[in-house]
């Protein structure tokens, strides 16, 4: 059972441009929604996280939105670049429960 | 101060034969996760151990996997006769607490021939 949808699979945007990744999750004892960021290669790294106390949390060019009553979180990437080219992994935690990832989606942003 | 470190990188085993993933965590770290991650298919949860304990084994296969974290040393995931099926990036995680970051390694590679 898929806890976590995400959405698009993939995704393309021209630099400058503001992608946008979608999670919605179903437990509503989750309280910890992490974004990773994962090269080709490479292990997932955490790029920002929010917890449901706060609907918006900025760090440079990242925000999370979140919307508690719509289990819903969402990425946005502004100014994006073509070094942002990469797999993204929304996860959801409660507790002392283990990480639950979505499926990921790839973005790829052209010059 | 290293991060999460894995190997091998790339482990290439022939049907039937056994696969070692080693994880040494981060300095400090005493919970360390792993997760097989399939193309198309995001990471999914494996086993989470505390020093010397199965915490959670929820995401592991009844069969042919196990999993150890000992005293001293790396934890070990050992995958018995492996099978094709098998073949996927593997990571291990490690965390200072519960609730804590996680950081990943670079995961292991395993192709079964």
């Known amino acids: 059972q898929q806890q976590v949808k995400q959405s698009p699979q993939s995704l393309i945007v021209q630099k400058g441009g503001i992608p946008i990744i979608n999670c919605a999750y179903e437990n509503t004892a989750f309280d910890y929604f992490p974004w990773y960021q994962q090269f080709p290669g490479k292990g997932p790294a955490l790029l920002i996280a929010?917890?449901?106390?706060?609907s918006e949390k900025k760090e440079g060019r990242f925000t999370i939105s979140f919307n508690k009553s719509a289990k819903q979180f969402s990425l946005h990437i502004m100014d994006s670049q073509p070094g942002d080219s990469a797999t993204y992994f929304c996860?959801?935690?409660?507790?002392?429960?283990?990480?639950?990832f979505g499926k990921g989606t790839k973005l790829t942003v052209n010059p | 101060n290293a991060g999460v470190m894995q190997n091998p990188r790339h482990l290439v085993r022939r049907r039937g034969q056994e696969a070692r993933l080693r994880c040494s965590p981060m300095?400090?770290?005493?919970?360390v996760y792993w997760y097989r991650q399939l193309p198309e298919e995001g990471l999914k949860f494996m086993v989470y151990?505390?020093?010397?304990?199965?915490?959670?084994e929820s995401g592991m296969p009844k069969e042919r996997f196990s999993a150890e974290f000992p005293k001293e040393g790396p934890s070990i995931l050992r995958i018995q006769q492996v099978v094709r099926g098998d073949s996927a990036a593997y990571f291990c995680?490690?965390?200072?607490?519960?609730?804590?970051?996680?950081?990943f390694g670079s995961g292991t590679q395993l192709s079964v021939l």
């Open positions: 151990l505390q020093k010397e304990n199965i915490i959670d």
């Open positions: 995680a490690s965390s200072h607490g519960v609730e804590e970051k996680l950081f």
């Open positions: 996860a959801t935690q409660g507790g002392s429960e283990k990480l639950v």
């Open positions: 929010i917890r449901p106390d706060v």
């Open positions: 300095k400090g770290h005493s919970h």
